[in-house]
């Protein structure tokens, strides 16, 4: 009996972890674009002013409200509507001249298209603020695994030392060498796995994911070719530039605003329709209801005060956008320009470490332990040629990253950040 309430109470125990325990995910960097570009405050703000930007245009095309009125004159004293001498009833509406709706649809529809390309300027962002994201993790990752490779080689070399030593073949101080640089090395392990927990709650945090979650990156620091040289880069990136395209249509956006403001010079027009009833008063027709119609006409006459004034200031923003555009465009040719020469420098280097470095850190490697064995080398030599390995292979690794992270930045480089 005791053992089955021992075995419920575990049960009972297990069952919050087990309840709260989650299986850890694999994530590719595309399913991570594909999570953040959903669940950042940024993405999702630009896509409520989507929505924003419609309402507007909905506004803009905005008619007056026609206006219902009854008058009654010549009352008698007691209030009766019935006995009143003239009874109107009238419906009225106010219409523009004709372009001035239209007008303010163009301005508002051009802030719509605004409002769109800056949902794809503002995603880009979120791309290259996510790769980069994934890329740190992965060259902590890479680095942890770097490390783990070393302490196994220091510590298969540390097996050979103690039995050379016991064997009277080796020096205590070379024991103790070893244990020392094993030791360091499992220190930098500790540090960079807590660099690489790091590195995931931070990708959590940009999914908009809480730090419990687990993830299993599934892509891996992999070199690619750039495929396109400067001037096609120039060309491709800044016909792609959602930037440059909004500081652009801000100047038809512009334009549109001074039409709006000159269609103010303009007048307005007014019809109104009447029921009108004359008691006492016969038409030829013999009856005492009339039809009456009333048509006006708004006259610009105080025009050197608001209107001027509006004229003038779509003016002023109109020329302010159109010298925009070239700053703008200048921006991001030096930004695309900049960004391609750190990719292909970054580009060059791996190609440095695939080409020569690696081979060659592998092959000293395998020479100095054949050395240390032949009694050709000590052991303080060996682990400089380990460190140099180790250093070799991390670096490698953290060239891999600068090249993918600049490749990225080179991708967006037309979006400037705000």
Do not use: C
Request: hydrophobic letters at 45%; zero cysteines; charged letters at 25%.
């Amino acid at each position: 009996m005791r053992k089955l309430i021992l075995i419920a109470r575990l049960f009972l125990f297990s069952l919050p972890f087990q309840a709260f325990a989650q299986p850890p995910q694999r994530l590719s960097i595309e399913e991570a674009i594909a999570i953040a570009v959903t669940a950042q405050p940024e993405v999702l703000a630009a896509q409520k002013e989507i929505e924003a930007a419609e309402g507007r245009t909905l506004q803009a095309g905005r008619i007056a409200n026609p206006e219902i009125s009854a008058v009654y004159n010549e009352m008698p004293t007691g209030l009766s509507f019935g006995e009143a001498g003239e009874q109107d009833i009238s419906l009225s509406q106010i219409i523009e001249f004709p372009g001035k709706r239209g007008a303010r649809i163009e301005f508002a529809e051009h802030g719509k298209s605004i409002a769109e390309l800056s949902l794809w300027r503002t995603r880009s962002l979120v791309t290259v603020k996510v790769k980069r994201t994934y890329y740190q993790a992965l060259l902590a990752a890479e680095v942890v695994k770097n490390l783990d490779f070393t302490i196994s080689l220091v510590s298969d070399f540390l097996k050979v030392v103690t039995d050379r030593y016991q064997a009277g073949s080796s020096s205590y101080i070379d024991l103790i060498r070893a244990k020392v640089e094993l030791s360091r090395l499992r220190n930098e392990a500790i540090e960079a796995r807590r660099d690489a927990v790091s590195r995931l709650s931070e990708l959590n945090l940009l999914l908009g994911r809480s730090d419990e979650t687990p993830i299993v990156l599934t892509d891996s620091l992999v070199s690619e070719p750039l495929g396109l040289s400067r001037d096609s880069a120039l060309t491709y990136y800044v016909n792609a530039s959602s930037f440059l395209q909004i500081v652009q249509l801000d100047v038809r956006r512009s334009g549109s605003l001074l039409s709006v403001a000159q269609t103010n010079y303009l007048p307005d027009f007014g019809v109104s329709l009447s029921l009108q009833r004359r008691r006492g008063q016969l038409s030829p027709t013999g009856t005492d209801r009339y039809l009456g119609l009333a048509l006006g006409v708004s006259v610009p006459l105080w025009f050197w005060q608001a209107p001027k004034g509006e004229v003038q200031e779509a003016e002023a923003l109109l020329d302010i956008a159109t010298i925009r555009v070239e700053a703008a465009r200048r921006l991001v040719l030096q930004k695309i320009r900049s960004s391609y020469g750190v990719a292909s420098v970054a580009e060059q280097q791996v190609k440095a470490f695939e080409t020569s470095l690696i081979r060659d850190t592998e092959d000293e490697l395998r020479s100095g332990i054949a050395a240390y064995q032949n009694n050709q080398i000590d052991a303080l030599n060996l682990f400089d040629i380990y460190r140099t390995y180790r250093a070799t292979k991390i670096e490698y690794a953290r060239a891999l990253y600068n090249y993918l992270a600049a490749k990225a930045e080179l991708e967006a480089a037309g979006e400037i950040p705000e």
